[in-house]
């Protein structure tokens, strides 16, 4: 699996967005990016993936570029409940399944009142 | 739809012991995987179990056994406790059936080995 870098720490104001960045510039065209949040104390929590095209949920927007060297998660209004390590994770994926995932460092994003 | 239900939550074991943790996916899921988390290692995949087949080991040594039940259960055992076994023992499922499903994390069983 690729590679990934993110800053190892953020802090957003409360209300503000929050954007993540991450960069995977050895990724394959079959590897979808994803993104996890950990919050102190409980498991990680599954937010959103994409392959090429901008992803949105109810959750977050990721936004990928076009070389997909490069993604950014985008908290529209972040409130306190959203401070946690953030792990972005690129997963190939085959038709027999591949349920391994490879956690780098992440960042711990800081929601300031 | 109940989530990933893992048990004990906590665990204090002793060196030279043996602990089963148990792991119970979303219903539907057929693939539970475990993770171990720690503050040096990060996370790090264990292994991965399929229609109570494993199917993807990670580099851990033969104390970490693992095994999945017919009704997708799962449970994972560390024979001869060390010290640097105490961590979060994280399980997650997913439903493969479904091509690029997400996996599903419980909120783990901390095990403090002393």
């Known amino acids: 699996d690729a590679k990934t870098t993110q800053p190892p720490s953020m802090d957003c104001a409360e209300g503000r967005a929050a954007n993540l960045p991450c960069n995977h510039s050895?990724?394959?065209?079959?590897?979808?990016v994803y993104w996890y949040r950990q919050i102190h104390s409980q498991g990680p929590q599954y937010i959103i993936h994409?392959?090429?095209n901008n992803e949105t949920n109810e959750m977050a927007s990721l936004i990928i570029t076009e070389d997909r060297k490069s993604s950014t998660l985008i908290l529209p209004h972040a409130t306190l409940r959203d401070t946690a390590v953030y792990y972005c994770i690129v997963r190939v994926v085959s038709d027999f399944g591949n349920e391994k995932l490879t956690f780098g460092t992440g960042t711990r994003l800081t929601i300031i009142p | 739809k109940a989530g990933v239900t893992q048990t004990p939550r906590y665990l204090i074991k002793t060196r030279g012991q043996q602990v089963t943790l148990s792991c119970s996916p979303i219903?539907?899921?057929?693939?539970v995987s475990w993770y171990q988390q720690t503050p040096g290692q990060g996370l790090q995949f264990l292994f991965e179990?399929?229609?109570?087949?494993?199917?993807n080991k990670g580099n851990f040594p033969g104390r970490f056994s693992g095994r999945q039940f017919s009704n997708s259960r799962s449970e994972m055992n560390v024979s001869t406790l060390e010290l640097g076994d105490s961590a979060l023992y994280l399980c997650?499922?997913?439903?493969?059936?479904?091509?690029?499903?997400?996996?599903?994390f419980g909120n783990g069983t901390r095990l403090t080995v002393t």
């Open positions: 997650a499922s997913s439903l493969v059936q479904i091509y690029n499903s997400p996996l599903h």
């Open positions: 050895t990724i394959s065209g079959n590897e979808y």
């Open positions: 994409g392959l090429k």
């Open positions: 179990y399929f229609s109570e087949t494993q199917r």
């Open positions: 219903s539907g899921h057929r693939s």
